[in-house]
């Protein structure tokens, strides 16, 4: 299984410590992990491996007011990597410690995945209509 760890400071295993409030999978961050460290670094990785199984989601990646690209603009870039492809969007997590980053991501991807799934059902109900 890829799991691909978004985070420009903390190794997965330092999630453990308050993952295990938020998730009932915590103990996959004891797991082996592919470390990502920046917006370009997740894009470049993605591009060249392909989709991970797995995600999990900084949302505070170096200073912003410097130029350093957020997790939440890594999550918008998945979800037109997957539109573009036309790829079901992995398995994800957050673990940010920014409370409201974590809520933009989740509400991105979340949305996402439910539009996902309606147009799965559109799309199968269209290819079967044809085939009658």
């Not at 299984?1 to 998730?23: A, E, G, V």
């Not at 990502?36 to 392909?50: A, L, M, T």
């Not at 997790?71 to 998945?78: F, I, Y």
């Not at 036309?86 to 539009?115: C, D, M, Y």
């Amino acid at each position: 299984m890829k799991r691909l760890f978004l985070d420009d400071l903390r190794m997965p295993i330092d999630c453990i410590s308050y993952m295990h409030l938020r998730t009932a999978h915590y103990e996959l961050y004891k797991e082996e992990w592919i470390i990502v460290r920046s917006y370009s670094d997740f894009i470049f990785w993605i591009e060249k491996n392909g989709l991970p199984d797995l995600i999990s989601f900084d949302h505070d990646l170096g200073d912003e007011y410097e130029g350093h690209p957020s997790g939440m603009e890594c999550a918008k870039w998945l979800v037109e990597y997957c539109l573009d492809n036309q790829l079901k969007l992995p398995r994800w997590l957050v673990h940010s410690a920014n409370p409201a980053g974590t809520e933009n991501i989740k509400g991105l991807l979340t949305s996402f995945e439910k539009n996902q799934l309606k147009w799965i059902a559109v799309e199968t109900k269209d290819i079967t209509a044809k085939n009658l």
